[in-house]
């Protein structure tokens, strides 16, 4: 099997189908602008069109017995109300043509819903572009290219630049995987995804072009767990679709049972926790049956703007999204930038190795503070209405913790002097420089927890690059060398009382859970999709069991593999169904490139 | 005129479908209802406009309600925003 693309998981499980790409064109460009003397008629085409189109919903809503789609369809029927009373006005005003007229009135939308300033309500752009299309296209007599999709008998996995959700409606019998280039977790497309079990996953803009070739027609596999879009050998596909048949069946069982605490049978309760990069992913927290936010990631505060936001936006935020996850706990990490993730206001110099520069609390504290006092600051004030803790990414010496302290207790100072109103907050430090996990003993009386950021911390142990495809054999997060330095560190941080968190990728890895919980961590936080599949399979997992193997391991392995093996082995002797899902993974662990 | 003041509560503030639950309950009324949030303002009648407002949990909005059934349709707006809707947030998916 080939990886042909890595993009984001939207809505979990792994689909097998034959591909249909579809270049789409965007009807609302192609209209022309036009002027009418006969306004009565162009009333008459778009009234018509309006009629058809509520006779096209009313029909799906008589249908369909699902209340996510009913409820998109009947904002549907109201948009295209509006839309329509609006574009009659331009008519009689202005002497525009109906189709024309639609457009100007859909455009002068698109543009007031990207300034509301809510992300969310950005998203229903989708819905009004969906809805004014369908409008063009009834009186234009076009036929939709998902029309011609509608009558096929195969699966399809459509691979697409976007998708309305009007479309995954229509195509809901035939679509069994969805990609597209464009969207979002919480577009109604998603929404609707998820209502219909169908797998989604966002990949990289342009890569439709650069795989077009090599897939038309062929049978393809989507990962709605790892985001991965996969090429099968031919030969595999008919025992393969049995295969993900089965797995289909357990992603629904994870789903159905996502609200269960992470308990596994011998008593050990594990938080999980979600990483949140926007307001938008902390609406599927609660969703997926997350405890709360164990990486909140500031950096979209930062991005598409000309100066830092103040203490101010940047506290409203996080009351925003405490709001939204019920008060639940959140972890903030400080602004974690640097030469790999420039922020053009921040003027940070070009490095000729960026992993290794001035990035994450380096920055803050050698050239930002003000961004790092602002955001303390917001914290603090948050942590009076909800539960906050505060992190520190790419933390190598202890004097960076020791200064940043220094910084927290004057800010303290300053409130308890102007009576500025407060709450505790928990004080931990990402643990993704080995240099910092070989001295934690040196660190535990200083901070409240540690979160494990696996991602950096297996590149720098490995030396080796995660996005360099070259050395993706040695990027290997359960690799001994990496898991002895977890466990030393957990070890170390647990007998002095400090909590431990894993925020990397490894936390949503199944494979990992066994030894992750064997180490005795108290909280796992991952993508929010990856939640249900992770409580699920805690609560199959008898720790007493496996413990003391998985130590001994670690200290006395013949083959690089044997604790990875041996947790797979655990995994599927708790769940028989993860054979299956192993034979998919096992065969694109190690891939090739195309 | 009824002018009424509301903090947000639902999670998903005004999108689409509650801002079409909103529309909904309106057009049962004969009165004219506007929405305010800072210095934009909507007619309730029409959702394009009200989701233009960008109103969003925590944000404070006014509704001014003029009419013969002025009366009723504070109420109705009343229990929709600080009850239907809130209650929404709590259906599972």
């Known amino acids: 099997m080939i990886i042909l693309a890595k993009g984001i998981p939207i809505n979990s499980g792994i689909a097998i189908g034959t591909v249909k790409i579809w270049e789409r064109d965007d009807i609302l460009t192609s209209i022309q602008e036009c002027k009418t003397n006969n306004i009565n008629n162009e009333i008459n085409i778009i009234n018509n069109a309006l009629n058809s189109l509520k006779n096209k919903i009313n029909i799906l809503l008589r249908n369909l017995n699902i209340k996510e789609i009913a409820d998109i369809l009947n904002a549907h029927l109201q948009i295209a109300q509006s839309i329509v009373e609006e574009a009659i006005n331009e008519i009689t005003d202005n002497n525009d043509c109906a189709t024309s007229a639609i457009k100007h009135v859909t455009i002068k939308y698109i543009h007031e819903l990207q300034e509301s300033g809510s992300e969310l309500i950005g998203m229903r752009i989708d819905d009004i572009i969906d809805v004014s299309s369908q409008l063009i296209s009834l009186i234009l007599n076009k036929q939709l290219l998902y029309d011609l999709y509608i009558t096929e008998d195969k699966k399809i996995i459509l691979i697409t630049n976007y998708i309305m959700p009007s479309e995954v409606i229509l195509l809901r019998n035939v679509l069994e995987g969805l990609v597209t280039e464009h969207g979002g977790a919480t577009s109604h497309s998603a929404i609707l995804t998820r209502s219909l079990n169908v797998p989604y996953i966002i990949v990289p803009v342009n890569t439709i072009k650069a795989i077009a070739k090599l897939i038309t027609d062929k049978i393809l596999i989507i990962d709605g767990f790892k985001g991965l879009l996969i090429l099968p050998e031919e030969k595999d596909s008919s025992s393969l679709t049995r295969i993900i048949n089965s797995i289909d069946t357990l992603n629904a069982q994870f789903y159905d049972e996502r609200t269960n605490p992470a308990v596994t049978i011998d008593g050990k309760h594990v938080n999980i926790l979600a990483n949140v990069g926007n307001i938008e992913d902390a609406r599927l927290v609660l969703e997926y049956g997350g405890e709360g936010i164990g990486l909140l990631r500031l950096e979209f505060m930062y991005m598409n703007r000309k100066s830092p936001p103040n203490e101010e936006e940047l506290f409203n935020t996080l009351m925003r999204i405490s709001k939204v996850i019920n008060g639940n706990e959140i972890i903030v990490r400080a602004l974690d930038a640097g030469g790999d993730k420039p922020i053009p206001y921040l003027n940070i110099t070009k490095e000729n190795n960026p992993f290794l520069g001035l990035r994450g609390i380096r920055l803050l504290l050698r050239e930002h503070q003000e961004i790092l006092i602002n955001e303390i600051k917001a914290v603090l004030k948050a942590s009076a209405f909800g539960k906050f803790g505060f992190m520190i990414p790419m933390v190598s010496s202890v004097n960076e913790i020791i200064e940043t302290k220094k910084i927290m207790r004057e800010i303290i100072e300053e409130f308890d002097r102007n009576n500025i109103k407060y709450g505790k907050i928990l004080f931990g430090i990402m643990v993704e420089v080995p240099s910092i996990a070989l001295i934690i003993d040196k660190v535990v009386n200083h901070i409240d927890f540690i979160s494990l950021g696996t991602n950096d911390l297996t590149q720098y142990i490995m030396a080796a690059d995660r996005s360099n495809e070259k050395v993706q054999y040695l990027y290997d997060e359960l690799n001994p060398s990496v898991l002895r330095l977890i466990y030393n560190t957990v070890n170390v941080a647990k007998q002095h009382g400090v909590r431990v968190d894993v925020c990397g990728e490894i936390a949503g890895n199944e494979i990992a859970l066994p030894i992750l919980l064997s180490f005795n961590v108290d909280a796992l936080s991952m993508n929010p999709v990856s939640i249900p599949k992770v409580k699920y399979i805690i609560r199959r997992l008898r720790i007493s069991d496996i413990k003391s193997h998985i130590i001994k391991l670690l200290e006395n392995f013949n083959d690089e593999n044997d604790i990875k093996n041996f947790s797979i082995t655990t995994l599927i002797k708790a769940i028989p169904q993860f054979n299956d899902l192993m034979i998919i993974y096992g065969n694109y662990e190690h891939p090739q490139q195309p | ?93």
């Open chain 2, 1 to 93: 005129m009824k002018l009424l003041k509301f903090r947000l509560i639902n999670k998903a503030g005004l999108h689409a479908r509650p801002a079409a639950f909103l529309v909904q309950e309106a057009k049962k009324f004969n009165s004219q209802i506007i929405i305010r949030k800072g210095d934009k303002s909507a007619n309730a009648k029409n959702v394009l406009q009200v989701l233009s407002l960008g109103a969003d949990v925590g944000d404070e909005i006014e509704v001014i309600i003029t009419g013969n059934d002025e009366n009723e349709a504070a109420q109705a707006i009343q229990k929709l925003l600080t009850e239907t809707l809130p209650s929404m947030d709590t259906e599972v998916r």
